[in-house]
């Protein structure tokens, strides 16, 4: 019991700080929504379509990146600094490669936009918020490699407080170049983009700073060298991140999918179903750091040659994920004739709302659940099984079914809710059960000789 507490108290206090780190990063999209709103109806639609194809396309990048998790979390056990520093100046090689296939998907945007129906001029809007991130690009995913490596070498709060800072920036960069004050011009939409771009380039200055300054890097660091290029080190990460890419880039999609389908069942309907699946992000963050933590302690166990104390925190986490998860099925459950009213006073979406939130409850507890079997299974380098899982309980399963419920069997917007939450409880399922039998404890080896 004794060893229990101990875990639960080290995962926990891994994953308040990246929990509350990941709410900063919604933070940063919450005031950027807000003050484009003042700007007009149509801007506010324009970023909107274009966060759902910047957030898309991002996402195979930002998994791709999170393959040095292992690799740095259990180098960091073993007591290897060379290889999570060599990790990370691989990591942020594959940053700045990747940002030029993400790069040009951006300048696809507006064709991507007017292919799936979006009216021409909000599409063209989309455009011009989108290029003028562009430069911003491999800032941004080079700060998420320096995060990771951070984060595996449990060093939490850095990556926290450089989202406080970028909060406060973000908000006056807005302010200033949205409505035109400190002598810059107003911008309107474009300058909502241009604040995005200035804040993420700051984020990674910062932190860059920061981790020099504090000689963070200390004992896991190499001179930059030919090795950090070399095919085999970029192949291994690729190896490993590619699949959580292709795991994020299905869970966002699929979701993306989802509202797609609300949107044939009235405007109300789809109101709804952004509200309840708001009040699901934020809540998801709790459990995404748990996730996070688990990735980072199951790894650097694994590392230090303690496969069953790996397996050990693994269940912690996994019962720590879903038991806050159903603290916030209990606050859905009971406040789900409240909770709506936070967001509209529009009657029938509050309706809608209150009705679907029971099913989000149920919703929540598997999410809870299949974030941190992820994070346990990213730890130990193995990432392939999640993306097959997210594979068939999104696409398989939980958005054909929403959708035939919904459109075909006339139950609306719950069917859309009862796909998805059916898909769900098969992935945390496989999961907890490929845990089980093929988890940590029965690791046999750990992924440090293909890297070293």
């Known amino acids: 019991m004794n060893a229990l507490r101990t875990e639960l108290r080290r995962v926990t206090a891994l994953a308040l700080p990246v929990a509350a780190t990941q709410i900063g990063t919604m933070l940063l999209g919450f005031v950027d929504t807000i003050m484009v709103g003042r700007v007009g ?3 506010l639609a324009a970023s909107a379509i274009a966060n759902v194809w910047i957030y898309g396309t991002t996402q195979l990048a930002l998994g791709t990146i999170f393959g040095i998790d292992p690799i740095v979390a259990q180098a960091h056990g073993a007591g290897r600094g060379d290889v999570a520093g060599r990790a990370l ?3 942020l090689v594959l940053a700045l490669l990747l940002s030029v296939p993400v790069g040009l998907a951006w300048v696809g945007c507006e064709r991507f936009l007017v292919w799936t129906g979006q009216d021409v001029e909000l599409a063209r809007m989309a455009q011009r918020y989108t290029l003028v991130q562009l430069p911003s690009l491999p800032f941004f995913l080079a700060f998420h490699a320096l995060r990771q490596y951070l984060q595996g070498r449990e060093m939490v709060r850095p990556a926290l407080l450089v989202m406080v800072l970028a909060n406060g920036l973000n908000a006056l960069l807005n302010w200033a170049l949205i409505f035109g004050h400190l002598g810059m011009p107003a911008l309107g939409l474009e300058g909502a983009g241009i604040a995005t771009g200035l804040t993420r380039v700051a984020c990674f200055a910062i932190l860059v700073w ?6 963070l890097h200390a004992g896991a660091w ?5 090795d950090a290029f070399a095919w085999p080190g970029l192949r291994e990460i690729l190896r490993l991140g590619v699949p959580v890419g292709f795991q994020t880039s299905l869970e966002v999609w699929a979701f993306s999918g989802a509202a797609l389908i609300a949107g044939h069942l009235g405007a109300a309907a789809l109101a709804a ?3 309840v699946l708001n009040m699901a992000a934020l809540s998801f963050m709790m459990p995404l750091g748990v996730g996070l933590a688990a990735s980072t302690r199951v790894g650097n166990l694994l590392g230090a040659c303690r496969p069953d104390d790996a397996q050990r925190a693994a269940w912690v986490a996994i019962a720590l994920g879903a038991g806050v998860m159903m603290l916030s099925a209990l606050l ?15 009657p029938e979406v509050i309706a809608l709302a209150t009705r679907i939130l029971p ?3 149920a919703f929540q507890i598997f999410d809870g659940t299949q974030v941190v079997g992820c994070g346990v299974l990213r730890g130990m380098g193995r990432t392939r099984p999640a993306a097959w899982f ?3 309980g999104y696409w398989v399963i939980g958005l054909p079914l929403g959708g035939w419920l919904a459109l075909r069997a006339g139950f609306g917007l719950d069917g859309i809710w009862w796909g998805l939450a059916i898909g769900l409880a098969l992935v945390s399922a496989l999961l907890v059960a490929w845990i089980h039998r093929r988890g940590p404890a029965n690791a046999a080896r750990t992924i440090l000789p293909d890297t070293s």
């Not at 190499?222 to 030919?226: A, L, N």
């Open 359 to 361: 099913i989000a409850a």
């Open 210 to 215: 920061w981790v020099l300054a504090l000689r």
């Open 89 to 91: 100046q691989r990591g």
């Open 390 to 392: 997210n594979l068939i």
């Open 273 to 275: 179903h952004s509200v």
């Open 332 to 346: 859905f459950v009971v406040g789900r004739h409240g909770l709506p009213r936070i967001y509209t006073s529009e």
């Open 222 to 226: 190499v001179p930059w060298s030919r």
């Open 41 to 43: 109806t149509d801007a």
